[in-house]
């Protein structure tokens, strides 16, 4: 192991080193912190400044219930689930098929597809912008749901696909020789071989691209206008400019729109990691 | 062997693709030629599209605003590298198997899953000069307090420093994972070859860490060249357009309050892509040396 | 491939069973508390005296509002939308996506005759476009109390206003508050010396592209900024706030001036501030004998050309602009009704306002309005710079002079 386990240290590096973890830590996560207190304090401690005082009242709930009450909050988040999840099952059930093709069949186009689908996972947004904005705008998505989820399931597919498709891969391939051996169909050897063992992947993808498109704000920005799609991202930048000033407020409806991907991610932290690591670890 | 055997195994991977590709070309590949297209005409998104040729980089040459928005997404891609060390830093640093570190390492790598929007919204707020952290730390030491994100002189900087925050905790994990994988073995045998500290790092651990610093790399230049939320939420590339990007300059260029030139908005875009298009050769170029290894 | 996109969206839109006969899509800008609640009255009033009509109402985040109009008037135009008059109407005329309501502003006893002064803002290529809902007045809101205690009177000229200013700063307040993060604060103050400075026709004149920003008449108004801005009666870090923030140090007394639309003044009391303590000036003479033209924008409400149920939607039109709903509207969010028979709210700010632009020689919409959106964009940024480095005047004019060469084609 690198660096030397601290346990081989002497006593008081070991101690200081478990003293220095948890300072270190609240100073890492200072700033969160930092809105999290303000988001329960009054309006009062915020206009008279008492920013690291202990609050002079606590507030928590009538600023988080604050959020909802003032402001379309609520629909916004809807509008991220319905946006959201969608947007998982679509990307990666299109990235099964592509990657299971691409990893297990060999034909001329393999290789240049695979490396399509990598490439364009890596372009600027904003080459994309124009020309989707007015796909969208024609084709009547503009400001639905159904478009940004559209969008968003295409984009992540080519992610996916490059997961997926190297999960495959890194499967023994002689269990599917032999299947084929036996005459089992090509969608069956899919479905009831492959599809159980790329599990892990899929979980992997799941959180990622919830976290992804959950966060995502520029699309958001480009293809939606009101309360109707608007998802919690962007709609954090409308309630910014009505809670000026407030900023309790922006901060208790910031925590809000960060609760999703962070509760997430501690629900399947193991996935999260293998899957932002391009499956190095094997899921 | 991957060979196929009868006409079924020629067609399937065909049924298995067009789905994903289909999407894939109508939302990603085609709107790329579609924006080189677009960026050679005059167009508000109203009307008529008008060819004007290369007038459009023409007058980008000599865009103040262009410039300015250049030289911070140079700025970004050079500061943004940080993370990698950063990352690799704390990720040593946690490397340890003392009670509890599992926890610790999830709570570092917390600012990464949150929205950047968020991360944003939080470090507006501690510069902010009258109501922010460093106002107060500021007035608390008697001095007046800078206006981070209304100087030309620090906007940047700032935002680039909130970014390095969440991109951080990201290259932690790519470093963590890389350092699960290390041979114990090597290490032990640097051990005994007299190697510490910094050089049994540099010569022995680092080499095997390659493809978790190249990831971090790639993610980080990509991260970099993306930048668009934070200066969104946080400056809107003001003040004067100092903190510009080319990502955002060409959405306020083509989509904003003030700006319809889509066909300009295009040729920023095109811009962009073309710098971005020399890291994604390289990152395939890359790719396509280990699928060959892996053959 | 776009046509055959272009059809199947028809196709859906068709099966989707386009809007009912009695339906009216009506698409707002300002979701805040008090605009939305008073709107909502509007569409009740008119939804009570149509039963057979239904409003369909959906109300947009303003900024947002104004990136997504482009886009829902061509994809899924609603029946009435808010929109800006002055220039900022002029690209949506230009394409056709407006629909023209000269008719109902001829035919229409109440448009045609109670709409003389504000008509021409609404007036392009010689027709009538939209009808005005609201406007405000613009100038100086003051700490009265703060101007009280250092015996200060209302500035009727420059060189009063120079005088307070430093009288203010010599007791350690500030003169003027902005806050110039959202750009076209900064605007205002422009306008305003402009205005006084130069006039109303300059004022045109350049937002209309046919005066150079390095004409010597604009580097006067710049000379008149300066003589505020070097001496630091701004306050600090004004780029770094919005205009809300900005109130901030109105309402500690830190400083005294504000150049703002009379919709601050709601946030002011929000602030803690009372009326006794806010009070209003029209912004001081400069060149003498020049005529006072006023900052004054409209609201408006627009058919789009691509509207379902055009006929109802001139009804509800025809509906707002009644004196009897312009009052009652005005009165609840603190404006002043374009319809000259409507009743004004009996509001200091409101009657004080009423008194500026009813005798004012020329109503301004605003630089953000009166010139193209690319223009004010980019001029915007340069009041900005200039209230921060006031050195780099002649970059900024040379830069601003190329920006124009190329928006006004």
């Known amino acids: 192991m690198f660096p030397r386990p601290i346990e081989q240290a002497p006593k008081h590096r070991r101690l200081i080193y478990q003293l220095l973890l948890p300072v270190s830590l609240f100073i890492w996560l200072l700033p969160l912190l930092a809105i999290f207190m303000t988001s329960i304090r009054s309006a009062k401690d915020i206009n008279t400044g008492n920013v690291f005082g202990w609050p002079s ?36 059930s299109l990235a099964c098929l592509a990657g299971y093709a691409l990893a297990i069949y060999r034909f001329r186009w393999s290789m240049p597809l695979f490396f399509l689908f990598i490439a364009g996972n890596f372009v600027p947004f904003q080459i994309l912008m124009v020309p989707v904005r007015d796909l969208s705008v024609q084709t009547g998505l503009y400001n639905t749901v159904t478009g940004l989820v559209l969008f968003h399931a295409a984009f992540q597919t080519g992610f996916c696909t490059l997961f997926m498709r190297n999960f ?30 790329v599990r892990p992947a899929i979980a992997a993808l799941s959180v990622l691209i919830f976290t992804f498109v959950w966060n995502d704000y520029f699309w958001a920005t480009v293809l939606t206008q009101g309360e109707a799609s608007k998802p919690i991202t962007a709609g954090l930048n409308a309630l910014n400019g009505q809670f000026v000033s407030n900023w309790h407020l922006v901060s208790a409806a910031a925590i809000l729109a960060a609760m999703p991907p962070v509760i997430m991610f501690f629900l399947m932290q193991k996935h999260f990691i293998a899957g932002l690591t391009l499956g190095a670890t094997k899921g | 062997m991957r060979s196929g055997h009868g006409n079924s195994l020629r067609l399937m991977p065909v049924l298995f693709i067009a789905p994903a590709l289909l999407f894939f070309v109508v939302y990603v590949i085609l709107p790329i030629f579609q924006s080189f297209y677009i960026s050679f005409h ?101 001095a007046s307090p800078p206006s981070i994100l209304g100087d030309e002189r620090y906007v940047t900087y700032g935002i680039i420093f909130a970014g390095l925050w969440p991109q951080i905790a990201y290259c932690m994990i790519l470093y963590l994972t890389g350092l699960n994988n290390v041979a114990p073995e090597q290490i032990e045998a ?39 939320d934070m200066i969104a939420i946080m400056t809107q590339g003001g003040p004067y357009g100092s903190s510009n990007v080319l990502s955002y300059y060409m959405f306020e260029t083509a989509l904003s309050e003030y700006g319809f030139e889509m066909g300009y908005g295009s040729a920023i875009a095109v811009v962009l892509f073309l710098i971005m298009l020399c890291f994604i050769v390289a990152f395939l170029w890359k790719m396509y040396q280990d699928e060959k290894d892996w053959r | 491939m776009k046509r055959a996109l272009a059809s199947f969206a028809m196709a859906a839109m068709v099966l989707a069973g386009s809007a009912n006969a009695g339906e009216l899509v009506i698409i707002f800008d300002d979701p805040n508390p008090g605009p939305k609640a008073a709107f909502e ?25 104004k990136t997504a109009i482009r886009n829902f008037l061509s994809a899924d135009a609603p029946d009435v939308t808010a929109w800006y008059p002055g220039n900022r109407m002029g690209p949506f005329v230009d394409a056709g996506q407006f629909e023209d309501i000269s008719g109902l502003w001829a035919s229409d006893p109440n448009l045609s005759s109670s709409f003389e002064a504000i008509k021409p803002t609404m007036t392009r290529d010689g027709k009538q476009w939209g009808v005005p809902y609201s406007y405000y007045q613009w100038g100086m809101y003051y700490r009265k109390d703060i101007f009280d205690k250092h015996g200060i009177a209302e500035p009727k000229t420059w060189d009063e206003l120079l005088a307070a200013c430093a009288k203010l700063k010599a007791n350690g307040v500030t003169p003027i508050t902005i806050g110039t993060k959202y750009l076209w604060t900064a605007a205002g103050v422009f306008d305003y010396l402009n205005l006084r400075t130069n006039g109303y026709e300059v004022h045109n004149d350049l937002t209309a592209g046919k005066i150079a920003y390095t004409d010597d008449r604009i580097r006067a108004t710049f000379g008149k900024w300066e003589e505020l801005v070097r001496p630091g009666y701004f306050v600090e870090n004004h780029a770094s706030m919005s205009w809300q923030d900005a109130i901030a140090p109105f309402a500690k007394g830190e400083a005294a001036m504000y150049v703002m639309g009379n919709f601050a003044v709601g946030a002011m009391k929000d602030a803690g501030l009372t009326n006794d303590q806010i009070d209003f000036f029209q912004f001081p003479e400069i060149t003498p004998g020049m005529p006072r033209a006023e900052e004054a924008p409209a609201d408006a409400l627009f058919i789009p050309s691509g509207a ?32 000259s028979e409507a009743k004004v709210g009996d509001d200091k700010f409101i009657q004080e306002g009423m008194a500026t632009v009813s005798t004012a ?49």
């Open chain 3, 361 to 409: 020689s020329g109503l301004a919409q605003f630089y953000d309005r009166d010139a193209p959106a690319e223009m004010a964009k980019a001029g915007m940024e340069g009041f900005q710079e200039f209230m921060i480095k006031p050195d780099r005047l002649d970059a900024i004019l040379k830069r601003l002079d190329k920006v124009q060469k190329k928006v006004y084609k």
């Open chain 2, 190 to 228: 640097g051990r005994l070859d007299g190697a510490k500290g910094w050089r049994l790092l540099w010569h022995v651990v680092l080499p095997q860490l390659w493809p978790a610093t190249f990831l971090a790399i790639v993610v980080t230049v990509i991260g970099a060249l993306r930048s668009f």
């Open chain 1, 168 to 197: 495959i891969r890194a499967l023994p391939f002689e269990l599917i020789e032999s299947a084929r051996i036996d005459g089992v169909k090509e969608w069956r050897i899919f479905w009831f071989l492959v599809l159980p063992l």
């Open chain 3, 41 to 65: 009255k509007v569409v009740a009033d008119f939804d009570a005296a149509n039963p057979d009509i239904t409003v369909k109402l959906s109300i947009n985040d303003r900024e947002a509002h």
């Open chain 3, 308 to 339: 379902k149920n055009k006929a109802d939607a001139r009804k509800f039109l025809a509906f707002v602009a009644r004196p009897d709903v312009q009052s009652e509207w005005n009165i609840a969010i603190g404006q002043l009704p374009p319809n």
């Open chain 2, 42 to 142: 005059e167009w508000d998104g109203l009307g008529e599209m008008e060819w004007v040729g290369f007038g459009h980089y023409a007058y980008l040459l000599d865009d103040d605003r262009f410039y300015t928005s250049l030289k911070n997404n140079l700025l970004w891609l050079a500061l943004y590298m940080l993370a990698v060390p950063a990352g690799l830093f704390i990720a040593l640093y946690l490397n340890q198997t003392v009670r509890g570190i599992r926890l610790y390492k999830s709570m570092f790598f917390f600012p990464f899953v949150i929205s950047q929007i968020v991360v944003g919204l939080i470090f507006s707020w501690f510069y902010n000069p009258s109501f922010g952290v460093v106002g107060h730390v500021f007035e608390f030491f008697g």
């Open chain 1, 57 to 92: 009242s606590f507030e928590m709930f009538a600023n988080y219930s604050g959020v909802f009450l003032r402001s379309n909050a609520g629909q916004y988040f809807l509008n991220s689930i319905w946006i959201t999840i969608p947007t998982v099952a679509v990307s990666i």
